[in-house]
């Protein structure tokens, strides 16, 4: 079975559509499900303004394969410490003091790893979730294990990155 980081920097294939792109990223969730951010070309030429959109697309990694010979970024690590020192545990944002648990980690292929915190609720109202680099947390409470927080299909469970309010 292939590693999640040994996609990123890597040309894949989307399994489902054919579309061909560039893995980007590599995450996990709090839960337990690992997923892919890749970058795919459009599939029609007309709307191919520039090179590739740096939206990206969130995938799970039995979606795409990689696409042998083309382009590798092999020198991509995700350091896997950083896991199991902030993913499910209580943290607190140095710089806005925001408090929350960290319920996922981002590695981006050129840039620091990227953490999504989920606040706790407030007079009974949700609190958005933010993302913050990892730099900017510092850990303040043991959280939750993975295993709390896992539901019955422990497989993929979706999460959508877009649901986040991003903080740099």
């Known amino acids: 079975m292939i590693q999640i980081e040994e996609y990123v920097g ?3 294939i989307n399994l489902i559509d054919g579309r061909r792109g560039v ?5 996990f969730w709090l839960y337990g499900c690992e997923y892919l951010k890749v970058v795919f070309q459009p599939l ?4 191919f303004i520039s090179s590739y959109s740096d939206e990206g697309v969130i995938i799970h990694p039995r979606a795409v394969m990689i696409e ?6 092999s020198d991509y690590v995700v350091d896997r410490s950083l896991i199991g020192e902030y993913l499910g545990k209580e943290v607190k944002e140095k710089i806005t003091d925001f408090t929350g648990i960290c319920t996922g980690i981002y590695f981006p292929i050129y840039s620091s790893p990227i953490t999504f915190v989920t606040g706790k609720c407030v007079d009974g109202k949700d609190i958005p979730s933010k993302a913050f680099d990892i730099g900017r947390l510092e850990v303040t409470g043991a959280g939750f294990g993975q295993e709390e ?13 877009e649901e986040y309010e991003f903080i740099h």
């Open 10 to 12: 890597k040309s894949v």
């Open 23 to 27: 893995c980007v990223g590599a995450g």
């Open 149 to 161: 927080v896992q539901g019955e299909n422990k497989e993929y469970h979706g999460g959508d990155v």
């Open 68 to 73: 042998k010979g083309a382009l590798d970024a």
């Open 44 to 47: 029609k030429k007309e709307i």
